[in-house]
């Protein structure tokens, strides 16, 4: 029995798609346990690049199966979209499940999630605006429609009318937008994508999944965004609406936690955050935009400039400690190639002293500064490098820097975007 969970250890971005599409040819299932569209995992495969949204990046391995969990939720025309994006390549997706425990993103939430944003002053989350947080917020409060109940149209119709009641009003009378829901017209557009769907659906995907690791099958439990997003433990309330940490898979997939096996953490070797928030390591102008444009660093799903900042050791620790990391996977290690010097933050000063711990409090967060480590960069082309041996030793220095702060092993380095540009140490 092989239960392995991906989860990001920084903002999101740091790169889980590639290494999931990497592990999963060997694994027999593939599950996805939180988030939604607000994810872009981008694989690259020869001459193509897949930025898949919703789906499990095991998709490309027929044999696997991959499943969307209860956790996530779905704007079923991206679903859709994405799905007919990859059968036009050459993906038939015949693999996919979906969990009817799912909830669904319908259009008051996008418009729900526009409108708070464009009411904040000041503080604005910078949300990606595709709906996540108003549809979490539903499926809280008991409101939410699941796939199961698109499946269902008597179901649908009168979860559909008392929501759009409720949105509508809200909408208009507390955000001021004016909007103009038609039930049946929403209706039959989501009946149509019930039907569209229905052969992938699973009611309890959870079985389906305790059952794998029942007959000792190899799991991948792959995370959306990072650790710093978590609505627990990141940077409340600059994050998602949903538990990206290990213990979330759990929950988002259906499994007692004691079958866990490895929880891998993907590690950019520097730090990126888009959308609002604190950021302590951020390097504004200069070395910051150097790094975004060699690391290409625009979101996967709304395209804006991602924030680049020094590799933050203190954040490494909180995630190493939240998420139980096994290993790591170190992502984008070729983007450093060219800087003289690389700074790594060892610690935070707050209040005269310095600290390891990371303060999950953003008032505190405010009053910390970066303490930093310079080492020497290594100035040499890393892309082609097939083996550990072979990396410059300062290279490997930098790395073992890394590793120490994590206190875990890298067992995976990621030189380049494409499949082949991975060291496996
Ligand atoms: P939401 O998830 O759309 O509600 O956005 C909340 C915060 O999470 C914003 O700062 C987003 O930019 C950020 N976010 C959401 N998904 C991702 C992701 O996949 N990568 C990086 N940031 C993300």
Redesign the pocket.
Known sequence: MTVSIIVGTQ???EGKGKITDLLARDMDMVVRYQ?GN???HTVVIGNETFKLHLIPSGIFFANVLCVIGNGVVIDPAVLLQEIETLRSKGHPVNNLRISSQAHVILPYHKDL?KAQEKKKEAGR??????G??PCYVDKYNRRGIRIADLMDPDALKSKLEWNLEEKGFLLDKYYGMKVSYNVDSIFNEYLGYAHAIKKYVVDESSSLVRDAIKKNKKLLLEG???TM?DVDHGTYP????SNPVSSGACVGAGFPPNVVNEIIGVVKAYVT?????PFPTEIEGGIGDKLREWGGEY???TGRPRRCGWFDGVVMKHAAKVNGLTQLAITKLDVLDNLDKIEICTAYEYEGKQITDFPTDIRRLAKCKPVYEEMPGWKEDTTKVKDYQHLPEKAKKYLDKLAELAEARISLISVGAERGQIIRV
Not at 125 to 130: A, E, P, S, V
Not at 273 to 277: E, I, N, Q, Y
């Open positions: 903002w999101g971005d988030g607000n994810a872009g999630d989350i910078g949300t990606t605006c595709r996540i947080g959306a965004q990072g997003l600059y994050v998602t609406s955050r888009v959308g609002g928030g979101g996967a799903t």
